[in-house]
């Protein structure tokens, strides 16, 4: 099956210039969601995995069902204020401003072996926060796995000292 035929783009949203990879249409269709998950899994099958993590909120959507796929656990990065716990926080860069996301300070144990996934690679930025949260509570990150990759936005650049895999180019 042809993922990326699967993947709607809309042109200039959110704004002009900007040509937007939209997941739903992949992820509404249950076969095309499965071939996914069930092939971001061989990326990684291979790979030492404890836990995903992905960020708020399309890493959720990519990083449970990777988790449910691998017979491991999942640990959700959210957005601030969100969890419940006691967290620890990152802030990373948007285009105009930062934002600032979580994970509960009890989340990962030091060495547990982390894959770190989301639907989109673009710059890097929120990634790189999640794989900051990750480290900061002694967990190793074995490898980031994305649906899409952005190839012209050279977020792979930021992500060198990782082993990073994508499924589906742009």
């Known amino acids: 099956m042809d993922l990326k035929e699967k993947i709607r783009v809309i042109e200039d949203f959110p704004k002009k210039g900007i040509s937007f990879k939209d997941i739903t249409t992949l992820i509404k269709d249950g076969q095309a969601f499965r071939e ?3 092939s971001m899994a061989e990326l990684i099958r291979h790979k030492e995995v404890d836990l995903i993590t992905g960020p708020e909120a399309r890493g ?5 069902p990777l988790a449910y796929e691998l017979g491991v656990g999942f640990v959700p990065t959210r957005k601030k204020g969100k969890l419940p716990g006691k967290t620890l926080q990152a802030e990373y860069k948007l285009e105009y401003g930062s934002d600032i996301i979580e994970m509960h300070v009890d989340a990962i144990k030091p060495g547990q072996k982390v894959v770190v996934a989301d639907d989109l690679l ?4 929120t990634i790189l926060s999640t794989i900051e949260l990750v480290e900061k509570l002694g ?10 990759e952005l190839e012209d936005l050279k977020g792979r650049e ?3 000292d990782y082993e990073v895999f994508s499924l589906v180019k742009y």
């Open 122 to 125: 673009a710059t890097g930025g």
């Open 158 to 160: 930021q992500l060198s």
């Open 60 to 64: 959720f959507i990519i990083g449970a």
């Open 36 to 38: 996914a998950i069930k």
């Open 139 to 148: 967990g190793q990150v074995s490898a980031v796995v994305f649906l899409i």
